[in-house]
């Protein structure tokens, strides 16, 4: 996962005609740090390849996917064929239910969450204004702070928020959780 997110940082860049410089000041950090994760020596956090994206003008998910323009084959998924995406911790994947997103208002994917996985330990998430974000927790439990609200969800329950409400989670229980997170328009 993380050999082609870095591949696709740097084509990106260059597409889109930037230095390392550039792409760092629009990211908040340093030019070397751009660096070292183009060259594979750093794994960047989730909430890090989120403002990449960003700065790169595409979504997290362009960041993974390597699929040509959507077509009717998009449609259907099987669960054999879903993406994974696996968070730098390692105590966190996520799957894609649809194939693209692309043009797509609406964007599910299934989280599992081991005990002590966390959206990102360094800060908050905020997704861009207009975004809503659905959460239900399919199995186990999972803790959200939701501008600085904490909130404790058990199997079955919901949230329904205004995604660019700085929030986070984590699961702070012993067995694994599996969490159905749904964003509109598609984030990821």
């Not at 003008?57 to 699929?67: A, H, I, K, T």
């Not at 360094?122 to 999972?142: M, Q, S």
């Not at 600085?148 to 984590?170: A, C, M, Q, Y």
Request: proline share 5%.
């Amino acid at each position: 996962m993380e050999e082609k997110i870095q591949k696709k940082i740097k084509e990106y860049r260059k597409e889109r005609g930037l230095t390392l410089r550039q792409l760092a000041e629009r990211v908040g950090c340093t030019h070397s740090y751009i660096s070292q994760v183009e060259k594979g020596l750093t794994v960047p956090s989730l909430s890090m390849i989120g403002k990449l994206a960003s700065a790169l003008d595409v979504s997290v998910v362009d960041l993974f996917n390597d699929l040509e323009a959507g077509t009717e084959s998009d449609w259907y998924l099987s669960k054999d064929e879903r993406r994974m995406i696996k968070y730098p911790d390692g105590k966190v994947s996520s799957q894609l239910l649809v194939a693209r997103v692309t043009n797509k208002r609406l964007e599910p994917l299934i989280s599992l969450v081991e005990p002590g996985g966390t959206s990102d330990s360094a800060e908050d998430i905020k997704h861009p204004p207009g975004t809503e974000e659905f959460v239900l927790v399919l199995n186990g439990e999972l803790d959200f702070t939701i501008n600085g609200r904490e909130i404790h969800l058990k199997e079955g329950d919901t949230l329904n928020f205004d995604g660019s409400l700085p929030h986070s989670w984590v699961n702070k229980g012993r067995r694994r959780a599996q969490v159905l997170f749904v964003f509109s328009p598609p984030i990821w």
